[in-house]
């Protein structure tokens, strides 16, 4: 276990550690360093860590990876790209950002998967975005639009359905673009606020959980425009 404190931007302290493999431990410090940034922009995005009280973890897998509360599972093997001529570790960044959209804001039926997958999706824009610039992000917003599938609807008409039957690749691609999208109709000084204020907002965190329509809904009062005809596309 390789560990290190970490400030949050309210200026609580909390555990942040690797458990790493043995042979791996001397590349656990620079992970670290990667995941205390992707912690930071997340922050300045999302609001401060959903689980101050406890600890930031991440755990070295024989598997890919998965987003676990407190303790993500990390099987990228050390593979960095690079942004901005930093390591990029996109694999565990993403299922950090996890800790906001899935385990803070959680859809209330697998019909609104997008709302965990795709915003989620959305935020590693974002950390492009604060690494590598406005044009970064721009390229990765075009080739996510790309390698959309168009097989299924992002949002489910039906809900009880299995996450198996409601899985769509398009949550991920599809609902960051859609994101982005929503970002370009408000701007900037309306849409960066309300996505803060609804992933720190009481009525959708934690126990209170999330549809489409709380989202348009959201969206809508903050812009002073009635934005569901922009969600039904």
């Known amino acids: 276990v390789v560990s290190r404190t970490y400030t949050t931007v309210n200026g609580n302290k909390v555990p942040m550690q690797f458990y790493v493999l043995e042979e791996n431990a001397d590349k656990a410090d620079h992970q670290l360093e990667l995941l205390e940034r992707t912690v930071k922009i997340d922050e300045k995005y999302f609001g401060e860590y959903p689980w101050a009280k406890e600890k930031i973890a991440i755990v070295e897998t024989p598997h890919l990876g998965m987003e676990h509360q407190t303790m993500n599972a990390y099987g990228n093997k050390f593979r960095y790209s690079k942004l901005a001529g930093q390591d990029f570790d996109w694999l565990m960044q993403h299922e950090f950002g996890h800790e906001w959209w899935g385990n803070k804001v959680t859809a209330k039926d697998w019909a609104h998967y997008w709302i965990q997958e795709g915003i989620c999706t959305y935020g590693d824009a974002l950390q492009v975005r604060d690494i590598g610039?406005?044009?970064?992000?721009?390229?990765?917003?075009?080739?996510?639009?790309?390698?959309?599938?168009?097989?299924?609807?992002?949002?489910?008409?039906?809900?009880?359905?299995?996450?198996?039957?409601?899985?769509?690749?398009?949550?991920?691609?599809?609902?960051?673009?859609?994101?982005?999208?929503?970002?370009?109709?408000?701007?900037?000084?309306?849409?960066?606020?309300?996505?803060?204020?609804?992933?720190?907002?009481?009525?959708?965190?934690?126990?209170?959980l999330a549809t489409t329509d709380d989202v348009q809904n959201y969206f809508s009062k903050a812009s002073g425009k009635e934005l569901k005809p922009l969600f039904d596309l």
């Open 133 to 208: 610039g406005e044009e970064a992000y721009l390229k990765r917003m075009r080739v996510t639009a790309m390698n959309f599938k168009n097989d299924k609807p992002v949002v489910m008409g039906e809900v009880g359905l299995t996450e198996d039957e409601a899985y769509n690749p398009d949550i991920y691609g599809k609902g960051a673009v859609f994101m982005h999208t929503l970002r370009h109709v408000m701007g900037d000084d309306i849409f960066f606020p309300t996505l803060k204020a609804f992933a720190t907002d009481s009525n959708y965190t934690y126990s209170n």
